[in-house]
């Protein structure tokens, strides 16, 4: 290994122990990991700070913004309003109909969205024990019903992220959203499948009282806005997603439909302009152009490309591509279900399955796209963030936690890869 192989890895284990260890805000550590590549010399300012011009990043950053609003509008009351209703009706159908709601809901949100997932968990935790339907058996298949949307498409992020990736690598075809949506698909209808199974194996208990933040969560009547406020929300919703599934006809201007449609929210008054900058500039897009600099010095320094060549010989040429891929998913999604940093532990793997495949002749597009979404299909350990909430709220026993998640990761994992090979083929 060179220097600059050795500083380039130094500064990302330096970046990933921040983020491990929340010493610093979310999204603080790439900046600083940028600052650092410009003192050592590894990058110039330009270089290192590139994410923040990043095309993707540009894009996501506006459709944030969009997102806000939305969540400002009726449609989550209506949700919930469904789910109460659902749950008083009590059955195995109830059950289904509930899981299918939550996962609908996620289609507005996104997958992960933390906003969603908590009001989903509060909204359960303060549902009375109904032996027709004990919340014990609603909290973990709606908790992660919150990460698998129905109808996937809100998937920016993700396929920001995945675009990002492959052309750090210096791969520059370009890839269909839409396939990326079915993609996601595929593993949201395999959850739903697990969950619609695993009913009668969930345990039967009453859950913790709901606590006086979830109370208030559940009583407090949303805001309602103008109707005509809301439609014209909606619209810039659409039209910022149908940009984005188009981005291969439309070009470069598809980067930028999302910030117009959010210019379009903040004129309208849908979110006022601190409300705009915040998620505009929000953490995660922090991370997500902190990280491509990183990324951008550890490929530079010939460390990617290394790692890459020597996997590719130590597999040889016999190994199926789907083994390959379904690995590298689980190694990323167990760092990230250990770690607690589903964006760093994409952007350690994701390079490595990529210059894999380029040495086996292979295009890297299933790989990168199954990597970067399992980075956010771990869950199987009640460590960081929903997990650890589902099996608090839920009042769970490990073992009763693991009856659910363990085939439910693999099961996902699984079936994301099947699902990558076949609409991305090599």
Same mark, same amino acid.
């Given at each position: 290994?060179?220097?600059?192989? &050795? #500083?380039?890895?130094?500064?990302?284990? +330096?970046?990933?122990?921040?983020?491990?260890?929340? !010493?610093?805000?979310?999204?603080?550590?790439?900046?600083?990991?940028?600052?650092?590549?410009?003192?050592?010399?590894?990058?110039?300012?330009?270089?290192?700070?590139?994410?923040?011009?990043?095309?993707?990043? $540009?894009?996501?950053?506006?459709?944030?913004?969009?997102?806000?609003?939305?969540?400002?509008?009726?449609?989550?009351?209506?949700?919930?309003?469904?789910?109460?209703?659902?749950?008083?009706?009590?059955?195995?159908? %109830?059950?289904?109909? +509930?899981?299918?709601?939550?996962?609908?809901?996620?289609?507005?949100?996104?997958?992960?969205?933390?906003?969603?997932?908590?009001?989903?968990?509060?909204?359960?935790?303060?549902?009375?024990?109904?032996?027709?339907?004990?919340?014990?058996?609603?909290?973990?298949?709606?908790?992660?019903?919150?990460?698998?949307?129905?109808?996937?498409?809100?998937?920016?992020?993700?396929?920001?992220?995945?675009?990002?990736?492959?052309?750090?690598?210096?791969?520059?075809?370009? &890839?269909?959203?839409?396939?990326?949506?079915?993609?996601?698909?595929?593993?949201?209808?395999?959850?739903?499948?697990?969950? #619609? &199974?695993?009913?009668?194996?969930?345990?039967?208990?009453?859950?913790?009282?709901?606590?006086?933040?979830?109370?208030?969560?559940?009583?407090?009547?949303?805001?309602?806005?103008?109707?005509?406020?809301?439609?014209?929300?909606?619209?810039?919703?659409?039209?910022?997603?149908?940009?984005?599934?188009?981005?291969?006809? $439309?070009?470069?201007?598809?980067?930028?439909?999302?910030? #117009?449609?959010?210019?379009?929210?903040?004129?309208?008054?849908?979110?006022?302009?601190?409300?705009?900058?915040?998620?505009?500039?929000?953490?995660?897009? #922090?991370?997500?152009?902190?990280?491509?600099?990183?990324?951008?010095?550890?490929?530079?320094?010939?460390? /990617?490309?290394?790692?890459?060549? %020597?996997?590719?010989?130590?597999?040889?040429?016999?190994?199926?591509?789907?083994?390959?891929?379904?690995?590298?998913? +689980?190694?990323?999604? /167990?760092?990230? /279900?250990?770690?607690? %940093?589903?964006?760093?532990?994409?952007?350690?793997?994701?390079? &490595?399955?990529?210059?894999?495949?380029?040495?086996?002749?292979?295009?890297? /597009?299933?790989?990168?796209?199954?990597?970067?979404?399992?980075?956010?299909?771990?869950?199987?350990?009640?460590?960081?963030?929903?997990?650890?909430?589902?099996?608090?709220?839920?009042?769970? !026993?490990?073992?009763?936690?693991?009856?659910?998640?363990?085939?439910?990761?693999?099961?996902?994992?699984?079936?994301?890869?099947?699902?990558?090979?076949?609409?991305?083929?090599?």
């Amino acid at each position: 290994m060179t220097t600059e192989m &050795i #500083l380039a890895l130094g500064i990302l284990i +330096l970046m990933i122990a921040l983020i491990m260890s929340d !010493k610093l805000p979310f999204g603080a550590p790439p900046l600083l990991a940028c600052l650092l590549l410009v003192v050592t010399g590894l990058s110039t300012v330009q270089e290192a700070f590139a994410g923040f011009v990043n095309p993707s990043v $540009i894009m996501i950053a506006g459709f944030m913004v969009v997102m806000a609003a939305l969540q400002k509008t009726s449609l989550i009351l209506k949700i919930q309003t469904s789910m109460v209703t659902l749950v008083n009706k009590g059955g195995y159908k %109830s059950y289904a109909l +509930l899981i299918i709601v939550a996962m609908l809901g996620a289609s507005l949100v996104g997958s992960g969205a933390t906003g969603y997932y908590v009001l989903i968990l509060s909204l359960v935790s303060t549902i009375p024990y109904s032996k027709k339907l004990p919340t014990s058996k609603l909290m973990m298949p709606l908790g992660f019903a919150t990460n698998h949307p129905l109808i996937p498409i809100n998937v920016a992020l993700h396929f920001g992220i995945t675009i990002t990736v492959l052309e750090t690598a210096g791969f520059t075809d370009k &890839i269909s959203m839409a396939k990326f949506s079915l993609m996601n698909l595929v593993m949201s209808l395999a959850f739903l499948a697990w969950c #619609l &199974i695993s009913y009668r194996f969930l345990p039967d208990h009453p859950i913790a009282d709901a606590s006086e933040e979830s109370k208030a969560m559940h009583e407090t009547e949303a805001k309602m806005m103008p109707a005509w406020k809301e439609y014209s929300i909606i619209a810039a919703f659409a039209i910022s997603v149908v940009g984005m599934m188009f981005m291969n006809q $439309i070009g470069n201007a598809a980067f930028v439909i999302p910030g #117009l449609a959010a210019s379009f929210v903040l004129m309208i008054g849908g979110l006022d302009f601190k409300e705009v900058r915040d998620n505009m500039g929000a953490p995660v897009i #922090l991370m997500m152009a902190g990280v491509i600099g990183v990324a951008d010095a550890l490929a530079n320094s010939g460390f /990617t490309a290394m790692v890459g060549d %020597s996997m590719a010989h130590a597999l040889g040429s016999n190994v199926n591509p789907f083994i390959i891929i379904l690995v590298f998913a +689980l190694l990323t999604s /167990t760092s990230a /279900t250990f770690t607690g %940093s589903n964006m760093g532990s994409v952007y350690i793997f994701a390079p &490595i399955a990529i210059a894999a495949f380029i040495s086996m002749g292979l295009n890297p /597009t299933a790989a990168a796209a199954a990597v970067v979404v399992s980075g956010w299909n771990g869950g199987y350990m009640p460590i960081d963030g929903m997990p650890a909430l589902i099996m608090g709220m839920g009042k769970y !026993k490990l073992p009763d936690f693991w009856i659910f998640t363990v085939p439910m990761y693999f099961i996902r994992i699984i079936a994301l890869c099947i699902g990558a090979v076949i609409l991305f083929p090599m």
